[in-house]
């Protein structure tokens, strides 16, 4: 029993590492349009997908009942849901707006179709933003607190995980929630980190941005794009593994400022694994001993991700950033895939007496909200986006 249904499927990283770990995906859906060509033209050439059904849809417009009969299966035969809903409404680099923002209703519809599926496991994957990301209430960690009493009520405990993708082999320091949904009794194992930053006892170190671009064929001249302007000009100046730095807010704690790097405007270090691969085209920059300064290219981006090499992407450059950016990297999503299947073909599912509550958050992002809470309650104003939940949080988390 190891057929799953693949929801917001974009390019398919995330399905690419289950199919690896020995999974078999039976239906995959995203409502993009080039997400969906970029499956249907991997699967036409033999890759993944090969015998999936692929398909463009809004998933609050699908029902499991219709899914079950395309598939010719019954209620109960998928043993899991992939798919993490969309993203931006948690992220740190978006508004926040979280369940105020339609893309966070989502997992409303997630959850509904895992439900008439009736599946026995749920892997979802979100920025990590969703660990201390607020609720209807405005306190921070209560999204994440309701989307587990949500899975809770409906019949599945969960497992909350932060993994590093570098830590598990990909060139990429890519930080990202994952979130596995179980029926009671029947609590999932996780991958052990095979990599570390630095020498550690039994872990191979990083794999850095050098290493992996080293396998990536040269680059067509249109694959190449440089720094123009003032742009041009500061990024010259300044070292590997910085950028230009974005006018810093003042707050009660930080005087100086609160302050990032400028969106596009980063010089990556090659000896290092990658920053995270964003959705966009203002990817980091590389000195190139080829080609001199120029940002990082789509099949790039692909590699750090960890896709196939000869992964085929639908659409124009930006939806080609786009749907690698958001992917989930498949050499993760891979590790992860194979602890579940081990567990899953080795256990027979025997129910354990329904808990009375929601099983704790590893110590660690508890520890990561209650800090949050705290630091909301100094800086919070200066950190909000949007007006409205600025003034939730004065309401709520002042005094």
């Known amino acids: 029993m190891t057929d799953f249904v693949s929801v917001f499927s974009g390019a398919g990283g995330l399905d690419i590492g289950l199919q690896r770990a020995g999974w078999n995906c039976l239906y995959a859906t995203d409502f993009d349009k080039n997400a969906i060509e970029t499956l249907k033209l991997n699967a036409a050439a033999g890759r993944h997908h090969s015998r999936c059904a692929i398909k463009q849809a809004d998933i609050r417009d699908l029902t499991g009942e219709e899914m079950l009969s395309e598939m010719g299966k019954r209620r109960g035969d998928i043993a899991l849901l992939a798919g993490g809903p969309p993203c931006q409404s948690w992220s ?5 707006l979280g ?48 989307i587990r009493q949500a899975l809770f009520s409906a019949g599945w405990q969960t497992r909350v995980e932060l993994f590093n993708a570098a830590d598990y082999g990909a060139p990429q320091r890519r930080v990202r929630v994952v979130l596995i949904g179980y029926r009671f009794g029947d609590e999932p194992p996780i991958p052990t980190p095979s990599h570390s930053d630095g020498a550690h006892s039994g872990h191979t170190s990083w794999l850095s941005m050098a290493e992996a671009l080293a396998a990536v064929p040269p680059l067509e001249i249109d694959e190449i794009i440089r720094p123009s302007g003032k742009l041009a000009v500061e990024l010259e100046q300044i070292p590997a593994g910085s950028g230009v730095k974005s006018p810093g807010k003042r707050e009660t704690t930080r005087p100086g400022g609160h302050w990032g790097y400028k969106q596009g405007a980063f010089v990556a270090d090659l000896k290092r ?23 990082l290219s789509p099949r790039e981006c692909a590699a750090l991700q960890t896709f196939p090499a000869d992964w085929i992407f639908a659409g124009k450059r930006v939806d080609q950033y786009r749907q690698i950016g958001n992917a989930v990297p498949p050499l993760l999503a891979e590790k992860i895939g194979a602890e579940l299947r081990r567990h899953v073909t080795g256990q027979v599912l025997t129910p354990n007496a329904t808990p009375a509550v929601v099983s704790p958050l590893p110590e660690k992002l508890q520890a990561a909200i209650d800090y949050t809470v705290r630091e909301h309650r100094r800086n919070g104003a200066s950190r909000m986006a949007a007006p409205s939940l600025r003034k939730i949080d004065r309401e709520r988390l002042a005094g």
């Open 92 to 96: 740190s680099a978006g508004h926040q």
């Open 99 to 146: 369940f105020n923002d339609p893309r966070g209703r989502l997992f409303e519809d997630y959850l509904r179709v895992a439900k008439e599926l009736e599946v026995r496991w749920l892997l979802f994957e979100n920025v990590r933003g969703l660990i201390t990301a607020r609720g209807s209430d405005g306190v921070p960690g209560s999204a994440l607190a309701a």
């Open 273 to 295: 694994p990658a920053r995270t691969v964003t959705a966009n085209a203002q990817q980091d920059w590389i000195r190139d001993p080829i080609h001199g300064l120029r940002r």
